[in-house]
């Protein structure tokens, strides 16, 4: 089978493209490796910029989408030190730029926008190649392949096209995190609750970090941020729930309770998820027929700018498509010249970006940056 453009991976930056590309008339085709849409659970709650997540949305043309869903005083955040001292409040009073959205919802206005049949469910790509001419061809597991004249690789992390452009691997950043959900929170587990306030909450620390937000339906969802090794990490049976909880809890002894029970009292086993990042500037030389968008082309540490990334190389990719239907080499070209300082200049900002900053005297920027030299000095 031999399509025009296929886009590896139905997360949010291969769903954007595919739904720009829909809008301005170009058919392309999504190969999934999940079996369904709803296979597992897409992760908690996005801020989506005003800067380029939205400016993806409003190219796919799903604005009025996007408001729908967006849960309204979640932009509120506080800053607490270890022993529950509130350092910053700031309140959501509907005038900022990143309003928050459950991913599951947001991918699924997505889906919800392009033609029967454009997704392709269950199928993992083993393996990619090239034909010559601009061609790839890409083998999925279950034998079957399909050849294209353009191939996007939107398939994350561990892209099984990123090979066909650089040799360039993730490597682990030194640091994970792991992850904690509290339901019912107001009623249930209403100290944690109050620390975290109507938003996010975050408690700052060298080498350790809690990071919690409100999701919808009275949920609490975490992530404890340890600087270790992976072996130090590796030592703990995380398959044992209690075990793993109390180790991780143990870090965090000196720590107020209301800020511990975000762990200790976690509705779900803990999650381990270790951080990598592709090499800082990743690029690669333009090669006919195939790109990447999003993570498979410049993984970074998590800095509150990667789903936002994905869909605005998604869109970005889409329109410069569209603006040169019969020049996909120059399409390409403007493309990738474009968002390889676009995603580079977002590692920069990676501390203060990630959480809330909006200009230079933005005093949460202040905080971060007090809070980075602290770290540095020790």
């Known amino acids: 089978m031999t399509t025009d453009i296929t886009i590896i991976g139905a997360g949010l930056g291969g769903l954007t493209l595919a739904r720009v590309l829909h809008v301005h008339g170009i058919p392309a085709t999504v190969y999934e490796a999940e079996p369904s849409p709803d296979a597992r659970s897409q992760g908690g709650m996005l801020d989506i910029h005003d800067y380029n997540g939205q400016l993806a949305l409003e190219a796919a043309d799903l604005m009025d989408e996007f ?41 699924q206005i997505l889906l919800d926008s392009l033609p029967a049949g454009t997704v392709r469910w269950g199928h993992k790509v083993s393996g990619t190649r090239t034909l010559g001419d601009g061609r790839h061809e890409v083998t999925f597991a279950d034998g079957s392949t399909v050849t294209s004249s353009l191939l996007v690789g939107a398939d994350g992390a561990w892209s099984r096209v990123r090979p066909l452009l650089s040799t360039a691997v993730p490597e682990y950043t030194g640091k994970s995190v792991v992850e904690t959900y509290l339901f019912d929170a107001d009623t249930r587990h209403p100290a944690a609750a109050k620390a975290v306030g109507g938003g996010s909450m975050i408690v700052h620390t060298p080498g350790r970090e809690l990071f919690a937000h409100r999701e919808k339906g009275d949920t609490l969802h975490a992530y404890v941020g340890l600087s270790e090794p992976r072996d130090w990490f590796d030592a703990i049976d995380f398959a044992d729930a209690a075990v793993a909880t109390a180790r991780v ?31 800082t500037g990743h690029r690669w030389d333009r090669v006919p027929g195939v790109t990447l968008i999003g993570d498979a082309a410049h993984l970074s540490a998590p800095n509150g700018e990667g789903a936002n990334l994905a869909m605005l190389d998604g869109a970005e990719l889409g ?11 120059a399409a390409l070209t403007a493309y990738e010249e474009a968002m390889f300082p676009r995603s580079a200049e977002a590692v920069m900002f990676e501390g203060a970006e990630a959480h809330g900053t909006d200009s230079d005297n933005d005093p949460i920027r202040a905080l971060l940056t007090a809070l980075t030299q602290k770290e540095q000095s020790h």
Do not use: M, S
């Not at 270890?82 to 919802?105: A, C, M, N, S, Y």
């Open 67 to 107: 408001r729908a869903i967006i849960l309204e005083g979640r932009q509120a955040l506080r800053f607490l030190a270890p022993d529950g001292t509130v350092l910053f409040d700031k309140v959501d009073d509907g005038t900022g730029g990143r309003p928050e959205v459950q991913r599951g919802e947001l991918r």
């Open 249 to 279: 809890a143990k870090e965090f002894d000196d720590w107020a309770p209301e800020l511990t029970a975000l762990i200790t009292d976690c509705d779900t086993a803990p999650v381990l998820r270790a951080l990598y990042a592709l090499p």
């Open 319 to 329: 329109k410069a498509l569209a603006a040169q239907p019969d020049d996909i080499e």
